[in-house]
């Protein structure tokens, strides 16, 4: 079966950086739309990024300018670079991608574990 093994995550203080990885691994055929989600402490789950298979990225307003989200097709990743990170952004961080599994005729939404990220003022 096909997972996603998340990593990056940890403590930095305010304006500081982190880059967030995710690994897919298992019998992959193809892969589609790939996105971070983040759910704060008390708060509901929220998009933080979108890479479409096609198309263009999204951004959560709240994070535009400062996060930047990248695949490495290689290697069936996805990253999240964030920069300038404020308190507001503490949350655990999900991992998704659409992935077609080798000799499926479809796609299938996979998560990762979530790593949490927290940010001190």
């Known amino acids: 079966q096909v997972q996603l093994v998340e990593s990056g995550g940890g403590l930095v203080q305010a304006g500081g950086s982190l880059r967030l990885s995710c690994a897919a691994s298992?019998?992959?055929?193809?892969?589609?739309?790939m996105a971070w989600y983040r759910q704060a402490p008390g708060k509901s789950r929220e998009l933080v990024a979108f890479l479409p298979q096609t198309g263009n990225t999204n951004y959560a307003d709240s994070v535009k300018g400062r996060f930047t989200i990248s695949r490495d097709n290689a290697k069936n990743s996805v990253f999240l670079d964030m920069n300038t990170l404020e308190p507001e952004d503490t949350g655990v961080y999900y991992c998704y991608v659409r992935i077609k599994s080798v000799g499926d005729f479809n796609y299938r939404d996979y998560w990762g574990q979530g790593t949490q990220v927290t940010v001190s003022a």
């Open positions: 298992g019998s992959i055929g193809s892969v589609g739309n």
